[in-house]
Protein backbone atom coordinates (compact mmCIF):
# COMPACT_ATOMS: atom_id res chain seq x y z
CA UNK A 1 0.00 0.00 0.00
CA UNK A 2 0.92 3.62 -0.44
CA UNK A 3 0.26 4.77 3.63
CA UNK A 4 1.09 3.61 6.43
CA UNK A 5 -0.79 0.59 7.64
CA UNK A 6 -1.67 -0.27 11.23
CA UNK A 7 -3.74 -3.63 12.66
CA UNK A 8 -5.93 -4.17 14.04
CA UNK A 9 -7.47 -0.97 13.88
CA UNK A 10 -9.41 -1.66 16.79
CA UNK A 11 -9.29 -3.85 20.17
CA UNK A 12 -10.76 -4.58 23.13
CA UNK A 13 -9.04 -6.48 25.52
CA UNK A 14 -9.80 -7.68 29.25
CA UNK A 15 -7.46 -5.99 32.00
CA UNK A 16 -4.11 -8.16 32.53
CA UNK A 17 -4.11 -9.85 29.19
CA UNK A 18 -1.65 -8.63 26.56
CA UNK A 19 -1.62 -7.11 23.20
CA UNK A 20 0.33 -7.08 20.30
CA UNK A 21 -0.36 -3.67 17.82
CA UNK A 22 1.12 -4.12 14.16
CA UNK A 23 2.69 -1.21 11.87
CA UNK A 24 3.86 -1.77 8.59
CA UNK A 25 5.66 1.76 7.53
CA UNK A 26 6.04 2.77 3.97
CA UNK A 27 8.31 1.42 1.77
CA UNK A 28 11.69 2.60 1.97
CA UNK A 29 10.88 4.95 4.91
CA UNK A 30 13.95 4.32 7.42
CA UNK A 31 12.31 6.22 10.55
CA UNK A 32 8.96 4.25 12.03
CA UNK A 33 7.65 6.23 15.60
CA UNK A 34 5.15 4.89 18.28
CA UNK A 35 2.78 7.54 19.78
CA UNK A 36 -0.18 6.85 21.98
CA UNK A 37 -3.06 9.46 21.85
CA UNK A 38 -5.91 9.37 25.41
CA UNK A 39 -9.10 10.71 24.25
CA UNK A 40 -9.23 14.46 23.72
CA UNK A 41 -5.57 14.55 24.49
CA UNK A 42 -2.40 15.42 22.05
CA UNK A 43 -0.08 12.63 20.78
CA UNK A 44 2.55 11.11 23.63
CA UNK A 45 6.07 10.30 22.47
CA UNK A 46 6.48 6.13 22.93
CA UNK A 47 9.47 5.04 20.92
CA UNK A 48 11.67 5.64 17.51
CA UNK A 49 13.47 3.62 15.44
CA UNK A 50 15.75 5.10 13.01
CA UNK A 51 17.24 2.36 10.56
CA UNK A 52 19.95 0.00 12.04
CA UNK A 53 20.47 2.78 15.63
CA UNK A 54 19.44 1.39 18.72
CA UNK A 55 15.60 2.79 19.60
CA UNK A 56 15.28 5.46 21.24
CA UNK A 57 12.77 4.28 24.11
CA UNK A 58 12.78 7.76 26.09
CA UNK A 59 8.75 7.62 25.83
CA UNK A 60 7.87 4.01 26.98
CA UNK A 61 5.41 5.08 30.11
CA UNK A 62 6.84 1.50 31.79
CA UNK A 63 8.42 -2.12 31.53
CA UNK A 64 5.27 -3.06 30.49
CA UNK A 65 5.71 -1.54 27.00
CA UNK A 66 8.09 -2.98 24.57
CA UNK A 67 8.36 -2.38 20.72
CA UNK A 68 10.29 -3.95 18.23
CA UNK A 69 11.22 -3.53 14.51
CA UNK A 70 12.89 -5.85 12.42
CA UNK A 71 15.12 -4.00 9.66
CA UNK A 72 13.44 -0.97 8.03
CA UNK A 73 10.46 -3.10 8.11
CA UNK A 74 7.16 -4.10 10.14
CA UNK A 75 7.17 -3.04 13.78
CA UNK A 76 4.71 -4.27 17.11
CA UNK A 77 4.21 -2.26 19.54
CA UNK A 78 3.69 -4.97 22.70
CA UNK A 79 1.64 -3.73 25.60
CA UNK A 80 1.67 -6.81 28.47
CA UNK A 81 -0.37 -7.09 31.77
CA UNK A 82 -2.86 -4.30 30.07
CA UNK A 83 -4.60 -1.53 32.47
CA UNK A 84 -7.53 0.50 31.87
CA UNK A 85 -5.40 3.67 31.63
CA UNK A 86 -3.44 2.34 28.56
CA UNK A 87 -7.12 2.79 26.49
CA UNK A 88 -5.56 5.29 23.98
CA UNK A 89 -5.16 5.01 19.85
CA UNK A 90 -1.74 4.37 19.38
CA UNK A 91 -0.48 5.59 16.27
CA UNK A 92 2.91 4.64 14.21
CA UNK A 93 4.25 7.02 11.29
CA UNK A 94 6.98 6.59 9.26
CA UNK A 95 9.47 8.81 7.59
CA UNK A 96 12.41 8.65 4.72
CA UNK A 97 15.78 9.92 6.62
CA UNK A 98 16.60 12.41 3.46
CA UNK A 99 15.56 15.65 1.51
CA UNK A 100 12.25 14.84 2.51
CA UNK A 101 11.61 14.31 6.40
CA UNK A 102 7.79 14.63 7.00
CA UNK A 103 6.23 11.84 8.80
CA UNK A 104 3.44 9.87 7.04
CA UNK A 105 0.92 8.52 9.88
CA UNK A 106 -1.33 5.75 9.81
CA UNK A 107 -4.99 5.72 11.20
CA UNK A 108 -3.79 3.96 14.33
CA UNK A 109 -5.19 1.31 16.49
CA UNK A 110 -8.21 2.13 19.08
CA UNK A 111 -7.82 0.70 22.23
CA UNK A 112 -9.46 -0.43 24.63
CA UNK A 113 -8.86 -2.15 28.12
CA UNK A 114 -12.21 -3.32 29.74
CA UNK B 1 7.80 18.24 27.18
CA UNK B 2 6.53 20.20 24.36
CA UNK B 3 8.88 23.08 22.72
CA UNK B 4 6.09 25.26 21.14
CA UNK B 5 3.34 27.22 22.62
CA UNK B 6 0.13 27.66 20.23
CA UNK B 7 -3.63 28.82 21.58
CA UNK B 8 -5.63 26.41 22.84
CA UNK B 9 -8.40 27.04 19.73
CA UNK B 10 -9.07 29.52 17.33
CA UNK B 11 -12.00 30.38 14.81
CA UNK B 12 -12.05 31.64 11.19
CA UNK B 13 -14.75 32.81 9.03
CA UNK B 14 -15.07 30.12 5.61
CA UNK B 15 -13.26 31.71 2.90
CA UNK B 16 -10.58 33.88 4.90
CA UNK B 17 -7.16 33.60 5.81
CA UNK B 18 -6.17 31.31 8.42
CA UNK B 19 -3.51 32.26 10.72
CA UNK B 20 -2.22 29.96 12.97
CA UNK B 21 0.69 31.30 15.70
CA UNK B 22 3.52 29.91 17.60
CA UNK B 23 6.17 30.32 19.93
CA UNK B 24 9.18 28.60 20.28
CA UNK B 25 11.39 30.97 22.13
CA UNK B 26 14.20 28.07 22.87
CA UNK B 27 14.32 26.62 19.05
CA UNK B 28 18.11 25.63 18.27
CA UNK B 29 19.99 26.86 15.31
CA UNK B 30 19.88 22.91 13.34
CA UNK B 31 16.26 23.03 14.40
CA UNK B 32 13.17 23.05 11.70
CA UNK B 33 9.68 24.02 12.60
CA UNK B 34 6.97 21.50 11.34
CA UNK B 35 3.22 21.89 11.10
CA UNK B 36 0.80 19.10 11.33
CA UNK B 37 -2.78 18.83 11.56
CA UNK B 38 -5.55 16.09 12.81
CA UNK B 39 -9.09 16.09 11.44
CA UNK B 40 -10.97 14.49 13.84
CA UNK B 41 -10.82 10.88 14.32
CA UNK B 42 -7.55 10.33 11.65
CA UNK B 43 -4.41 10.16 11.94
CA UNK B 44 -2.15 13.70 12.26
CA UNK B 45 -1.19 15.27 8.39
CA UNK B 46 2.42 16.70 7.32
CA UNK B 47 1.17 20.41 6.20
CA UNK B 48 4.82 22.56 5.92
CA UNK B 49 8.38 22.80 7.26
CA UNK B 50 10.96 25.17 7.32
CA UNK B 51 14.07 26.36 8.81
CA UNK B 52 14.64 30.34 8.28
CA UNK B 53 12.69 31.50 4.75
CA UNK B 54 9.14 31.84 4.73
CA UNK B 55 8.37 28.55 2.46
CA UNK B 56 4.65 28.33 0.23
CA UNK B 57 2.78 24.76 -1.07
CA UNK B 58 -0.38 23.74 -2.16
CA UNK B 59 -1.67 23.46 1.56
CA UNK B 60 -0.37 26.58 3.20
CA UNK B 61 2.36 29.30 4.14
CA UNK B 62 4.53 29.63 6.74
CA UNK B 63 5.96 32.61 8.06
CA UNK B 64 8.92 32.50 10.44
CA UNK B 65 10.55 35.71 11.87
CA UNK B 66 13.64 36.85 11.84
CA UNK B 67 14.93 35.37 15.29
CA UNK B 68 13.26 32.34 14.51
CA UNK B 69 11.47 32.35 17.76
CA UNK B 70 7.72 32.58 16.42
CA UNK B 71 5.72 31.21 13.11
CA UNK B 72 2.81 31.60 11.92
CA UNK B 73 0.99 29.07 9.63
CA UNK B 74 -1.37 30.91 6.94
CA UNK B 75 -4.33 28.95 5.67
CA UNK B 76 -5.23 31.21 2.96
CA UNK B 77 -8.83 30.27 2.22
CA UNK B 78 -9.96 28.53 4.83
CA UNK B 79 -12.85 25.68 4.29
CA UNK B 80 -15.21 23.77 6.53
CA UNK B 81 -12.65 21.14 5.72
CA UNK B 82 -9.92 22.40 7.45
CA UNK B 83 -11.49 22.02 11.10
CA UNK B 84 -9.42 20.61 12.71
CA UNK B 85 -6.40 20.63 16.00
CA UNK B 86 -2.85 22.39 14.08
CA UNK B 87 0.21 21.07 15.67
CA UNK B 88 3.34 22.99 15.59
CA UNK B 89 6.43 20.92 16.63
CA UNK B 90 10.49 21.76 16.68
CA UNK B 91 12.86 19.08 15.45
CA UNK B 92 16.06 18.98 14.07
CA UNK B 93 16.49 17.52 10.26
CA UNK B 94 19.27 15.51 10.03
CA UNK B 95 17.37 12.11 10.21
CA UNK B 96 17.50 11.64 14.04
CA UNK B 97 14.63 13.91 15.22
CA UNK B 98 11.95 13.43 17.33
CA UNK B 99 8.48 15.21 16.99
CA UNK B 100 7.23 16.28 20.19
CA UNK B 101 3.65 17.45 19.68
CA UNK B 102 2.13 19.32 22.33
CA UNK B 103 -1.66 20.35 22.70
CA UNK B 104 -1.91 22.25 19.37
CA UNK B 105 -4.61 24.52 18.30
CA UNK B 106 -8.01 23.33 17.67
CA UNK B 107 -9.14 25.68 14.32
CA UNK B 108 -13.25 25.83 13.88
CA UNK B 109 -13.94 27.19 10.31
CA UNK B 110 -17.46 28.41 10.66
CA UNK B 111 -19.48 28.79 8.04
Known amino acids: GAGVSQSPSNKVTEKGKDVELRCDPISGHTALYWYRQRLGQGLEFLIY????????KSGLPSDRFSAERTGESVSTLTIQRTQQEDSAVYLC????????????FGQGTRLTVV | DAKTTQPTSMDCAEGRAANLPCNHSTISGNEYVYWYRQIHSQGPQYIIH???NNETNEMASLIITEDRKSSTLILPHATLRDTAVYYCIVGTRAGSYQLTFGKGTKLSVIP
Open chain 2, 50 to 52: GLK
Open chain 1, 93 to 104: ASSFRGARTEAF
Open chain 1, 49 to 56: FQGNSAPD
